[in-house]
């Protein structure tokens, strides 16, 4: 492995960045899919949280309501999912595909105006003499507040899941709905807030895409993005902590061969391009494999509930 | 209709076709135009171009053409379906504008022997109803490869590579020949993002190769990303590809290369509607207008511009060809003599760099 001209602390602190609106979408999904709801609209509600956060941040000047419209956008896209399968109990996995190529129609449509307008830039936060420390100023302490709010929502929802009685409640509801629903739990409202969540938190990070990753808007942008969100969270066996790490590992991996590219690497590209996919399925297999349950997934997931059963 | 009918009608379909097709072109009073485009129109670069071209065939013959087109087609089988629905969905000729629809393109003409098709960037045409048409793009990588030479302050330049295809290839060459004529100490770093629209991947791209320390940065993908990325460090310059991107000027983007089909498109449609039209491989450049180059802003100074203006309209008068001896290739064989211009059959299949570029083509 050469390391030739590749600074660690700035690759470090590239990844952080890279990974963002991937941990915001795989966290959202993480929470609808705990709820025993499978919506693969993923890619659908990013790429309207990244047109809706942009057009409000270049209407308003302001790029913290532009990340509140994205979230705002991924939400109100992600509601038209929970009235199709929560109360209409269409099929989950036909409308969440609907929900993504809707979603990429519809955004291309708003777009329309958008394209080749520059956002408000947003600024990093500045952290005076911590962002001047050597390699850790760089990694830990140069971002914009989106890289730490995305690091946070990880442990929120780490905490809200694994410690308090909502999330013991969501949990349940995910298992088994039918049991949930006996103990008086309104499975279809529960589920709905969860969608609602998945769907915020996927159009902030489409909206971190559009505003601060590429700043721009082109029709397609997320590019996939919310696939590889979906499967990290099935990697990392419907685990918080993992879905950062396995984020973390794909968006290192893709900036790392881009820089062993750059810097002139001897490893041949193909093998570089396809590394990122390879080693996060790997490692979060690997690690899934390691303990001893084998079916993580959510027992109710993508299954249609209904009360008079 | 009954079976009856229809088994007749299949049968003299069946007779006719065997037959044989009279090659008689007719002239025609209206023609369906369709265009399969790689990326979205909105990207603002590549596909945005094709279909500017597409507007303007449909301003210059009004009523007598209809056009339609799908944004966002994959390379590969994809590809062969949506040609199909489009032949069978009554249209006359089909624009294929990526170089990943070669073999798409061409199964599908073989099947559909009255539909004219039109492959961007290839180089097959297996069938008399297939042509090829490209721009000589490298023409501009030449005139920007001059100011990338002059404009860096590290002495290294920036590439991002979409697909290690002779296209892309013959761009790094003379990026690299003509910034390496006017700064001896300039090096080239390629990146290839294996993919021709995705402006995550094309901004992460730039940031490695800022990160690295490349201070001018040339883009051989879609979008606009690269010089969105090249914004947030100041000092960092780069190009409009495919489009003018005059939203960076006056820097990031200093200069750009501009793809203009709209005079092909519209002469090709044109000729299918007088009957005139037949089979053939075109390639033109900046002489032919096909390729522009994009105001040079001010950013930068008076005599680099010069120079590269000279650069420029010297390819225009046909007194220079990009691809002049004496070059070598990169494992130092002999490829031009003094002089000597590389025949255009070795563009088209390009897959070596020249001397003095580091690093390994993709096989």
Redesign the interface.
């Known amino acids: 492995m050469d390391w030739g001209g590749i600074n660690p602390a700035v690759l470090v602190a590239s990844l952080m960045t890279a990974s963002v609106p991937i941990i915001f979408a795989a966290i959202g999904e993480l929470v609808v899919e705990k709820s025993g709801v499978l919506n693969l609209g993923v890619e659908g509600m990013m790429i309207i949280g990244a047109i809706c956060g942009f057009a409000v941040a270049v209407e308003t000047g302001s790029p913290t309501l532009g990340f509140v419209g994205g979230a705002a956008g991924g939400a109100a896209l992600s509601l038209i999912f929970a009235l199709l399968t929560q109360v209409l109990m269409a099929n989950q996995v036909a409308t969440g595909l609907a929900l993504t190529l809707f979603g990429l129609g519809l955004s291309s449509l708003i777009g329309q105006g958008y394209v080749g307008v520059k956002p408000p830039p947003t600024g990093r936060l500045d952290l005076g003499p911590l962002s001047d420390m050597p390699g850790l100023g760089t990694i830990l302490f140069r971002h914009d507040v989106m890289v730490y709010l995305s690091v946070a929502a990880v442990a929120v929802v780490w905490a809200v899941l694994r410690y308090t009685r909502s999330g013991l409640v969501l949990r349940a509801v995910g298992e088994n709905h039918d049991a949930a629903h006996a103990l008086g739990y309104h499975v279809v409202r529960i589920r709905v807030l969860a969608i609602l969540f998945g769907g915020a938190m996927a159009g902030l990070g489409g909206a971190y895409l559009s505003l601060i990753r590429v700043p721009q808007w082109t029709d397609g942008i997320t590019a996939g993005a919310g696939w590889i969100a979906l499967a990290i969270v099935v990697f990392a066996s419907w685990r918080p902590w993992p879905v950062l790490l396995g984020a973390y590992l794909f968006g290192g991996i893709t900036v790392l061969q881009l820089n062993l590219q750059a810097a002139g690497s001897r490893i041949p590209v193909q093998y570089l391009s396809m590394s990122p996919y390879l080693i996060t399925i790997l490692v979060l297999v690997i690690m899934s494999a390691d303990r001893r349950r084998t079916a993580a997934a959510p027992a109710s997931l993508g299954k249609t509930f209904h009360a008079s059963r | 209709m009954d079976r009856r009918t229809l088994l007749a009608g299949a049968a003299s379909g069946l007779a006719l076709s065997l037959a044989g097709r009279a090659a008689l072109a007719q002239a025609k009073d209206k023609v369906k135009v369709g265009f399969v485009y790689v ?6 670069g590549w596909t945005f171009q094709h279909n500017e071209g597409r507007l303007a065939v449909e301003k210059e013959f009004g009523d007598r053409v209809e056009t339609v087109y799908q ?2 087609v994959p390379e590969g089988s994809d590809a062969e379906r949506v040609l199909t629905q489009m032949a069978l969905g009554g249209c006359d000729i089909i624009f294929t504008t990526s170089f990943g629809y070669m073999d798409a393109t061409n199964n599908v003409a073989a099947k559909f022997p009255n539909v004219k098709f039109e492959h961007c960037t290839g180089f097959k045409r297996e069938h008399p109803n297939v042509s090829t048409y490209n721009a000589r793009f490298y023409e501009g990588r030449a005139v920007c490869g001059t100011i990338a030479g002059m404009m860096t302050k590290s002495n290294k330049i ?1 590439y991002i590579g979409s697909y ?1 295809i002779p296209e892309v290839v013959m761009g790094i060459n003379a990026a690299y020949i003509h910034a390496k004529k006017v700064n001896p100490d300039v090096t080239i ?4 993002a ?2 021709w ?5 094309e ?3 730039a ?3 800022i ?4 201070d001018v940065i040339l883009a051989h993908t879609d ?3 690269p010089l ?2 090249a914004a947030k460090t100041p000092g960092v310059i780069g190009f409009g590809q495919a489009s003018d ?1 005059a ?1 960076y000027a006056p820097s990031p983007r200093v200069s750009s290369i501009i793809d203009n089909w709209a005079p092909y498109y519209v002469k090709r449609v044109g000729m299918l509607l007088d009957g005139t039209w037949q089979s053939t491989d075109a390639w033109e450049g900046i002489a032919g207008g096909e390729v522009k180059i994009g105001e040079i802003t001010e950013a930068v100074p008076a005599e680099v511009k010069a120079k590269a203006m000279e650069v420029h309209d010297a390819i225009a008068a046909g007194t220079y060809h990009p691809f002049t001896g004496p070059l070598n290739k990169q494992d130092g064989s002999a490829w031009l003599a003094e002089g000597q211009t590389a025949p255009d059959s070795d563009l088209l299949g390009m897959n070596f760099y020249v001397e003095g570029i ?3 083509i ?2």
């Open positions: 990326g979205p129109i909105g990207d603002g944004e966002s920036g290690p770093s390629v990146v290839w294996y993919t629209f995705d402006p995550a991947k901004a992460d791209a940031k490695a190769l990160e690295q320390g490349v979008s606009t990303a969105a990325e991107m939203a580091q690093g390994e993709p096989k």
